[in-house]
């Protein structure tokens, strides 16, 4: 039976000479949550309780996923999108970033909200990240206040939406009102938030 820590040696070739067995997706996620591929590689057996002991090359891949998961910026523009109603993102709200594919679909998902959002199609800065945590919470605030004025102050103010018949008349302007219009009459229809004449 092979013992856990043991080194394979696939995995181990992956991160040879310069790193070649690495995939492209695999170098940007380790460089996006810092991870150094230098402290990945075999380490001889008498050596593995040594404090310069390398880590074992198959645990990068879900090292890369718990330093996602650790990072302020991921987690919340992760909640704040999904919160805002996107539905990849309610799916790593819930369940969190497991694997690398996942982290790597959720920074393709940040890649294009960032360039959504105004920004160039570069991706990969400390500003870029926090900035677009930033324009994610504010979206999501404003969509909050929203909410809250239609089912509060409405509410609160002309009866509840759902039980309620209620219209609001909007009194026709005077004659001597000189934005009068047509003095048509409006009504807000509460029950099917709709205008109707």
Same mark, same amino acid.
Request: glycine share 6%; hydrophobic share 25%; proline share 2%.
């Given at each position: 039976?092979?013992?856990? /820590?043991? *080194?394979?040696?696939?995995?181990?070739?992956?991160?040879?000479?310069?790193?070649?067995?690495? $995939?492209?997706?695999?170098? $940007?996620?380790?460089? @996006?949550?810092?991870?150094?591929?230098?402290?990945?590689?075999?380490?001889?057996?008498?050596?593995?309780?040594?404090?310069?002991?390398? @880590?074992?090359?198959?645990?990068? *891949?879900?090292?890369?996923?718990?330093?996602?998961?650790?990072?302020?910026?991921? @987690? @919340?523009?992760?909640?704040?999108?999904?919160?805002?109603?996107?539905?990849?993102?309610?799916?790593?709200? %819930?369940?969190?970033?497991?694997?690398?594919? /996942?982290?790597? %679909?959720?920074?393709?998902?940040?890649?294009?909200?960032?360039?959504?959002?105004?920004?160039?199609?570069?991706?990969?800065? *400390?500003?870029?990240?926090?900035?677009?945590?930033?324009?994610?919470?504010?979206? /999501?605030? $404003? *969509?909050?206040?929203?909410?809250?004025?239609?089912?509060?102050?409405?509410?609160?103010?002309?009866?509840?939406?759902?039980?309620?018949?209620?219209?609001?008349?909007?009194?026709?302007?005077?004659?001597?009102?000189?934005?009068?219009?047509?003095?048509?009459?409006?009504?807000?229809?509460? $029950?099917?938030?709709?205008?109707?004449?």
């Amino acid at each position: 039976m092979a013992k856990k /820590d043991e *080194q394979s040696f696939e995995d181990l070739v992956r991160f040879g000479n310069l790193h070649i067995g690495l $995939k492209n997706k695999e170098k $940007k996620a380790a460089e @996006r949550y810092g991870i150094n591929l230098d402290s990945y590689g075999f380490t001889r057996p008498d050596r593995m309780n040594s404090p310069h002991a390398k @880590r074992n090359p198959k645990y990068f *891949q879900s090292d890369i996923a718990a330093a996602a998961n650790a990072d302020y910026d991921t @987690r @919340r523009s992760i909640e704040a999108a999904a919160l805002s109603g996107n539905k990849k993102a309610e799916k790593y709200a %819930k369940s969190g970033l497991n694997n690398l594919e /996942d982290v790597t %679909k959720a920074n393709n998902m940040f890649r294009g909200m960032h360039e959504r959002y105004g920004n160039d199609g570069k991706f990969n800065s *400390q500003s870029d990240y926090s900035g677009l945590t930033y324009d994610l919470v504010k979206n /999501d605030r $404003k *969509q909050i206040k929203a909410k809250d004025f239609k089912d509060n102050y409405i509410s609160k103010n002309f009866g509840s939406r759902e039980n309620s018949n209620t219209e609001l008349e909007i009194p026709t302007a005077t004659s001597d009102d000189a934005t009068a219009g047509d003095n048509s009459k409006y009504k807000l229809n509460l $029950k099917n938030n709709k205008y109707g004449a």
